[in-house]
């Protein structure tokens, strides 16, 4: 999928440039972040630029401008296009570009309904690095709008589910939270906030293979992502599950305000 910038302006190389003069950039095997705006605040900022700069190191791509650097560049962004909400694309393959892009939030009422996922056979290369890939996207593209999906689980070559083609996964079997190991997945940045929360809430927390067969065995199940934050699932195939589970409810509350959290603590950090 080819992104062109909306509003009037994006970033090249640290330069704010007008949308006439963009052109379409070479991203296959470039490394990226995709930070969600809310209320004129890049969310968890810092945490993305940390992630976009393990990516690079594991694509072996070098990134010429700081974190900070990189930062005020995003923040230009915001206040020149005069922008409150929003998914910025950053990205970089030779150059460090950066742009607003479509997005599309879950409606309200996905929260109380939840999402209906499938699966599909497919693993990422490198999935810790945060890189473009084109065929599982297309691959997931494809079976999601087939199928009138939300979104699809990723299935490797062992039968295990690993992450969602956009998104992290979690379970819940009994009172334990549980996800597929950290390394065999990308490390979301929502995902890191929900084992935090899982932890300081003294939530069971557990990382494990889970194979495909293994669904049954539990009670609930949520994805997280930058959009959708903590979205509860309602079946994944024919496997249906409790969208009124205690720990999903709680986790989902926890994390709301952490973002309110979060924010109010940057609105209130000198300019």
Do not use: W
């Not at 694309?89 to 996922?117: D, M, R, S, W």
């Not at 497919?122 to 890939?133: D, G, L, T, W």
């Amino acid at each position: 999928m080819e992104y062109t910038p909306l509003h009037r302006y994006f970033i090249f190389n640290g330069e704010i440039e007008s949308n006439k003069n963009f052109r379409v950039f070479e991203k296959k095997g470039g490394v990226y972040e995709v930070l969600r705006v809310v209320a004129g605040v890049p969310l968890f900022l810092e945490d993305h630029l940390e992630r976009f700069f393990i990516s690079a190191s594991i694509a072996q791509k070098s990134i010429r401008f700081s974190k900070v650097q990189i930062s005020a560049f995003l923040y230009r962004l915001i206040e020149q296009n005069k922008v409150d909400e929003g998914n910025i694309l950053l990205a970089c393959k030779t150059n460090l570009v950066a742009f607003f892009i479509p997005h599309k939030y879950p409606e309200k009422q996905l929260y109380e309904t939840g999402i209906t996922c499938d699966v599909l056979k497919a693993e990422r290369e490198n999935p810790n690095a945060k890189v473009f890939q084109t065929t599982v996207r297309q691959q997931a593209n494809e079976l999601i709008e087939q199928r009138g999906l939300y979104e699809v689980l990723l299935v490797d070559h062992q039968n295990c589910i690993t992450e969602g083609s956009r998104s992290n996964v979690f379970f819940v079997k009994g009172n334990c939270l549980i996800t597929p190991p950290g390394n065999g997945v990308l490390l979301g940045i929502t995902r890191q906030k929900t084992i935090a929360l899982a932890k300081n809430e003294h939530i069971p927390f557990y990382e494990q293979d889970i194979r495909r067969d293994d669904l049954p065995e539990f009670q609930a199940a949520f994805i997280t992502g930058t959009s959708p934050n903590i979205l509860p699932i309602a079946q994944v195939g024919d496997r249906k599950f409790d969208l009124q589970n205690p720990i999903v409810l709680q986790l989902r509350n926890s994390y709301d305000k952490l973002v309110l959290e979060y924010i109010s603590k940057k609105k209130k950090l000198p300019e």
